[in-house]
């Protein structure tokens, strides 16, 4: 059975994570939802005690208040902590280089988020957005001197195209630079697009995936199976491209494996997840301890290969040209001269 204290390494790398990771931006009420400070430090609290070791913030996150959070329930506890965190998204808005890519803002944000913190070092710094303007070569030797400098340890990118990750890991291996060790990418049984290219990029290149809203932004728990529900038609106005039908009809088919399971459809969706090539650490997210812990009880489960299959299928999405055409049976039939080839 695994725990949180199974842990794994992070890409290729020697840094051991939890197989859950706390997501944080729910701390604070800043944006006017998330948690209250002392639930809060509970919620922390009880994830460290019971083994995970990895946690996920950001500058952006409810303005700071996250970050602010982290830094003072983790003081004397600092170096039992894998701390990620990341930059790119302005806080200073009307200010051009307050937020982006570029040397300047990657700079400028980890000194804010160091003192936010309480630290002098980033466990795992990341990219948070791709913004398709600086130049690669800056931002690679940027981090580089980051790493040099001893305020950051290990460097990741989130929610960037599988060719730019490519490319600025090939650059960076080329010229002797600190590489990306991990991808943080949307993933779920409702977004599994990143399959195509992204996940395969990452295995190939050895990034550890951690996914972001494996349970869909709450739909994979069951509470909008019903669309007729209150709360179900509030959510409809905010969620409008979540709540689909595709979504709802695979939410349901978590909700039928979960029932014969004995377990919450949270668990079957994240414990899909963690089953997936690739991925090292979902991201949670909890408002409450409660919650918490009914993610964290996913490690206790197992899927069957039956409910793997029917999950799949409830799912699947096209992988798309090339994929698709180079799978081809004529396709490979042409390249292959009728040669049989073991791989």
């Not at 980890?110 to 070569?137: M, N, Q």
């Not at 599988?162 to 049984?189: M, P």
Request: glycine letters at 10%.
């Amino acid at each position: 059975m695994m725990s949180l204290d199974s842990y794994r390494l992070l890409g290729r790398s020697g840094l051991r994570v939890s197989p859950l990771c706390l997501g944080t931006m729910t701390f604070g009420t800043a944006w006017g939802w998330g948690a209250e400070k002392d639930e809060c430090r509970k919620i922390t609290q009880h994830f460290l005690e019971s083994g995970g070791n990895f946690i996920d913030t950001a500058n952006y996150y409810t303005g700071g208040e996250s970050e602010s959070m982290l830094g003072e329930f983790l003081s004397g506890r600092r170096q039992e902590v894998v701390l990620a965190t990341k930059y790119t998204l302005s806080m200073q808005p009307g200010n051009p280089n307050a937020g982006g890519n570029h040397r300047k803002c990657m700079v400028e944000s980890i000194e804010a988020s160091l003192k936010r913190l309480g630290t002098d070092y980033i466990d795992l710094y990341w990219l948070h957005i791709w913004e398709d303007l600086t130049p690669v070569d800056e931002i690679m030797r940027a981090f580089d001197d980051l790493v040099r400098a001893g305020k950051v340890l290990y460097i990741g990118i989130s929610d960037a195209p599988a060719w730019r990750v490519s490319q600025a890991n090939t650059l960076a291996e080329l010229r002797g630079w600190s590489k990306f060790i991990a991808l943080q990418i949307e993933y779920s049984l409702l977004e599994r697009t990143p399959e195509r290219d992204l996940i395969p990029m990452a295995i190939e290149m050895g990034l550890g995936v951690t996914p972001w809203s494996p349970l869909g932004s709450g739909i994979l728990t069951g509470k909008y199976n019903d669309s007729a529900s209150p709360e179900g038609s509030q959510r409809a106005a905010i969620m409008s491209d979540k709540l689909t039908e595709r979504n709802i009809n695979i939410a349901r088919e978590v909700s039928h494996v979960a029932q014969d399971s004995g377990c919450t459809p949270a668990q079957v969706a994240l414990r899909w997840n963690l089953n997936q090539q690739g991925v090292v650490s979902p991201i949670i997210g909890a408002r409450t301890l409660k919650q918490l812990q009914d993610n964290i009880d996913c490690l206790k489960i197992q899927i069957t290969p039956e409910q793997s299959a029917q999950l799949h299928d409830a799912s699947a999405i096209k992988l798309g040209f090339p994929h698709d055409f180079t799978a081809k049976a004529s396709i490979v039939e042409r390249i292959r001269g009728g040669t049989k080839i073991e791989n």
